[in-house]
């Protein structure tokens, strides 16, 4: 029994640590990781709570040093799938009608465990697994992913108290339902943290989830789970699988309880999804949520007047942190020719001077890409523009794949503003530079805006308000997260909610209350406490 208003802790964002020299976190970080480097981890599926291993086993190795194996996963099939299906479709009664503040306590207890048993563990294996520095890795795996269940637990609580009003004679209220069914939740590669948040932003609402992470985050997303299961999520809450996505696909986008998807991946992929719901819409209990955070192709533009080393240090982090592999990162940059060659001296030189190599060195700024389809592409679009008249590589585009996956930043200047670079979104450590005459500033607005099917974030630099103010209104739709004189990277839970629309998703800003709202079924509830017990109106009386 609840007698009480229970208040939840008021959150706060989680503290990025730095790693400066001498420092406990940078010592308790590298024992993280020689640690991890000596183990051979054998990871399983986590289905009804239990492990699964099924003995046909795939490698992971670190992108940057591939001959190296961290351990092994278990891969499964269709009967998995099924399998964590029905653990969901069992769990969901107990956990839709567990009490709030014992859901809450869940993801507040893994939030608290990542800040401090497991932190160092999670750095490790998003560096590892996924080859992000010290940085990269703390700012998503921990700080983010904290902030996600800490803030996500703070605003459903304010959802769950947004109440209409009552006339007299009558007690009005709204309650907010868990989905009918199960939430199919994919995740990408890229973020630990987006991860962590698709599969728990769903099953803080009440819902029961099938998580399906991308190969090359399973390292991290096990991890994951396991804290989860140490917070005292229930069995079969969320069910951890690897298998192909096709195959999830199949099963679930045919079965009659699927509630919902919270994807966060490519465009392709996404709209396939789509498609595929759409044709089976009668199939369902009821009509599924289509939750996706796809892609973009993000810009920096700069005025005449924009601050140069402002600008230089915003192309430097915001277009080759993680190796280019943000959904946000700065991919195309619009420069005025008063400016453009002061610019791109000083951006060339910050380029040479990053140095490239394994996250275990923390002097690396660069590491790897992910994998060999994504070497493979990214070299694709280099040796492209190495052939074609209308580009010039500035500094970089040296590509090899002897020790890992590396690319050098590489910056493409063109003269063609819609050439396939400044279009096409390359995920990786690639910018390219279009230079546009100073004085047709409001053209070049029109151009940005037109380019890219994409519109997920986009960053402005200028010292000139009405310059500002009209691009913000001539590229209203062309980013979901729009930056002023700063870089179109690092949103931070509770202060930029994330997302974009055209191509670039559903615009559901992960992170807010929007969000939240997508994974809640509200039922409005009217207690009468005198009903009438006549038909009749008094209007239907002449005397």
Known sequence: MSNGIFALPQPINETVLQFAPGSKEKAGLKAALAKAKKTKADIPMYIGGEEIRTGKKAEIRPPHETKHILGHFHQGDASHVKKAIDAALKAKKDWEHMPWMQRASIFLKAADLLATKYRFEMLAATMLGQSKNPFQAEIDSTCELIDFLRFNVHFLNEIYQQQPISGAGMHNRVEYRALEGFVLAVTPFNFTAIGGNLPTSAAMCGNVVVWKPANTQIYS????????MEAGLPAGV????????????DICFNHR???GVHFTGSTGVFQGMWKTIGENIAKYRSYPRIVGET?????VLAHPTADVDALVAALARGAFEFQGQKCSAASRAYLPDNIAAEVKKKLVAEVKSMKMGSTEDFSNFVNAVIDEKSFNSIKQYIDGAKKDKSCKILVGGKCDASKG?????????????YYKTMCEEIFGPVLTIYTYPAKDFDKTC?????????ALTGAV???????????????THSAGNFYINDKPTGAVVGQQPFGGARASGTNDKAGSMLNLYRWLSART????????TDYRYPFLLEK
């Not at 997303?221 to 989860?228: G, P």
């Not at 630099?461 to 590229?475: C, V």
């Open 238 to 249: 969320i069910n951890l699988v690897y298998t192909s996505g096709p195959v999830v696909g």
């Open 446 to 454: 029109d151009v940005v805006n037109n380019t890219s099917d994409y």
């Open 461 to 475: 630099f200028s010292q000139d308000r009405y310059a500002l103010d009209k691009a913000m209104k001539k590229l």
């Open 221 to 228: 997303a096990s991890l994951f789970m396991k804290i989860l």
């Open 405 to 417: 996956w590396f690319i050098e930043p590489t910056i493409i200047e063109t003269s063609d503003p």
């Open 257 to 259: 309880d699927f509630a």
């Open 295 to 299: 892609g973009g192709k993000d810009f």
């Open 525 to 532: 509830i009217k207690e009468t406490f005198n009903p009438p």
